[in-house]
């Protein structure tokens, strides 16, 4: 994939969002502080810059930090900060299908052969890979945590397709930069589209049915996808209570 700023740039605007507290909400949900996340995105636009070399392979392989092994860390502790088995589930196999997704529509839709950094013939790659990844990433995982997930881990399954889809078609020379370049600005895009996607079409469910679904669910779950209580300097007040899965 060919790069462009635009995956720096949207993580520079939503540190921005963050700084002046417009996307608390979003955060609490996920089980991330406000510090938390500007720190992974500051490590996340420097790592970006910082490519590990994988020694062995018939290609040379190296994973960038920043849009390779830091969006893996995440999920993995977004995984591990899940309600339920169930939510840990989806996302997973939500990752799964969205790669699956992207796959396909680069063999469908793209020009000529499916080579993943290739070019449609309407819109850049790089622009419909983290769209199609968002949406499909929300409908797969639902929650803000499942959504975020299933997209950049599709997105990042989808560039670790690429070195055997090289190997596959028997190519005699490339190049393998996991999370790296284009596919960098794909995985910041996709995730804060699928978290964005969640938060609107979640909010709206919200208010139409008057609060978020309780029935069935257990009681810890339901703690965190209730609403933040301000602190007014009890002593009542839980670790517990804030953040949510929704």
């Given at each position: 994939?060919?790069?462009?700023?635009?995956?720096?740039?949207?993580?520079?605007?939503?540190?921005?969002?963050?700084?002046?507290?417009?996307?608390?909400?979003?955060?609490?949900?996920?089980?991330?502080?406000?510090?938390?996340?500007?720190?992974?995105?500051?490590?996340?636009?420097?790592?970006?810059?910082?490519?590990?070399?994988i020694p062995g392979g018939r290609y040379p392989v190296s994973l960038n930090l920043g849009g390779g092994l830091i969006p893996l860390g995440l999920a993995v502790y977004l995984l591990a900060k899940a309600g339920t088995a169930r939510e840990r589930t989806r996302a997973i196999l939500g990752a799964a299908v969205t790669a699956l997704a992207l796959y396909a529509v680069g063999s469908l839709v793209m020009r000529g052969l499916p080579?993943?950094?290739?070019?449609?013939?309407?819109?850049?790659?790089?622009?419909?890979?983290?769209?199609?990844?968002?949406?499909?990433?929300?409908?797969?995982?639902?929650?803000?945590?499942?959504?975020?997930?299933?997209?950049?881990?599709?997105?990042?399954?989808?560039?670790?397709?690429?070195?055997?889809?090289?190997?596959?078609?028997?190519?005699?020379?490339?190049?393998?930069?996991?999370?790296?370049?284009?596919?960098?600005?794909?995985?910041?895009?996709?995730?804060?589209?699928?978290?964005?996607?969640?938060?609107?079409?979640?909010?709206?469910?919200?208010?139409?049915?008057?609060?978020?679904?309780?029935?069935?669910?257990?009681?810890?779950?339901?703690?965190?996808?209730?609403?933040?209580?301000?602190?007014?300097?009890?002593?009542?007040?839980?670790?517990?209570?804030?953040?949510?899965?929704?």
């Open positions: 994939m060919t790069g462009f700023p635009l995956g720096i740039t949207a993580l520079i605007v939503v540190s921005l969002l963050i700084f002046f507290g417009l996307a608390h909400r979003a955060l609490d949900r996920m089980r991330l502080s406000d510090r938390g996340a500007l720190v992974i995105i500051l490590a996340m636009i420097v790592g970006s810059f910082i490519n590990i070399p080579e993943p950094g290739g070019r449609f013939e309407i819109l850049d790659a790089l622009w419909v890979y983290p769209l199609v990844a968002a949406v499909v990433g929300y409908l797969a995982g639902r929650s803000r945590r499942g959504a975020f997930i299933a997209a950049t881990l599709g997105v990042l399954a989808m560039d670790v397709g690429y070195y055997f889809w090289l190997v596959g078609r028997g190519a005699p020379a490339g190049r393998v930069l996991i999370g790296g370049a284009g596919a960098f600005d794909a995985i910041v895009m996709a995730g804060i589209l699928a978290v964005l996607l969640s938060e609107v079409v979640g909010e709206v469910r919200e208010r139409l049915q008057g609060g978020p679904a309780v029935k069935g669910r257990p009681e810890p779950l339901l703690r965190g996808l209730r609403k933040p209580v301000p602190d007014t300097g009890g002593n009542d007040d839980k670790p517990g209570d804030k953040g949510g899965s929704w």
